[in-house]
């Protein structure tokens, strides 16, 4: 065994009386560096897991879809069917199974094993919702594309999804991860995600003009509503880009907030 003096160590220093001093600590993770690892590893982790819920998520949508074709034919309804279709993809990954995630990671200890790691708490939470926001995007563009030539919509503005996805991702995401991590119990933190889930379901791929008031009201605040809004306003011949891209700017400010929660209630859990 070799011995190595301790001036040669990174890190390591010498007291001015000549004495051995304390090693400095290492510098604290970065956010960046950190988040990237942490969405590797989810990523990774749920790959084989998530791919059969995927397809669930798919093929329910593309169902409502044949089932709504049966009584909206065209016109601004169909454009709200299909875009919510398409988001409700999203929310059933990044709000349903992100809400049980958490739900179960707290309710097992889980979370103590994050919280000893040397990254900064965004990184957990924006890992993990890139992570399962980045399995929406097949499916979300298969369901898309079905629904297009179902109802005979163009295909033209598709690309519009590149900013849906990731925006109501993150918002729904943020959601998702806040119901999971506040939530004092797995099994009810399921319920909240399942409860999210269909209010995604009813309020955005119903036409909002057959709500009644009160209801419309709460669509508005779901996060989902203005990624379905903003998707909406593209079937159209000559699509409105300033609102398209107003609904876009406020679903980015709501994922921001909800990210922002859910960040703050992973905190909260990991001290408890």
């Given at each position: ?8 160590l990174p890190g390591a220093r010498v ?41 669930v998520a798919t093929f329910q949508s ?119 991590l506040l939530a004092p119990r797995p ?86």
């Amino acid at each position: 065994m070799s011995v190595v003096p301790a001036e040669v160590l990174p890190g390591a220093r010498v007291a001015e009386d000549g004495g051995r001093g304390a090693a400095d600590l290492g510098p604290r993770a970065r956010l960046w560096p950190s988040l990237a690892a942490v969405y590797r590893a989810q990523l990774s982790r749920a790959r084989v897991a998530r791919i059969p819920l995927l397809f669930v998520a798919t093929f329910q949508s593309i169902g409502i879809m044949i089932m709504m074709r049966g009584v909206v034919d065209g016109g601004g309804d169909a454009r709200s069917v299909v875009a919510g279709s398409s988001v409700l993809v999203v929310a059933y990954v990044g709000l349903n199974l992100l809400a049980q995630y958490f739900g179960q990671l707290r309710g097992s200890g889980g979370l103590d094993h994050y919280a000893t790691l040397p990254v900064p708490a965004a990184a957990v939470v924006l890992g993990a919702a890139g992570a399962y926001a980045s399995f929406t995007v097949p499916g979300t563009v298969v369901t898309a594309v079905s629904g297009c030539v179902l109802f005979g919509l163009p295909l033209a503005h598709l690309w519009v999804l590149a900013a849906v996805i990731p925006l109501s991702g993150a918002a729904l995401s943020g959601l998702g991860a806040a119901l999971g991590l506040l939530a004092p119990r797995p099994e009810l933190a399921t319920l909240l995600g399942q409860l999210g889930m269909s209010a995604a379901l009813l309020l955005g791929v119903l036409p909002a003009h057959r709500m009644p008031e009160a209801i419309q009201v709460l669509r508005d605040l779901l996060p989902s509503t203005y990624g379905v809004e903003a998707f909406a306003r593209t079937f159209g011949g000559h699509p409105d880009w300033p609102l398209v891209l107003g609904d876009l700017a406020v679903c980015a400010a709501v994922g921001a907030a909800s990210l922002a929660l859910a960040t703050w209630a992973y905190r909260r859990a990991a001290v408890r």
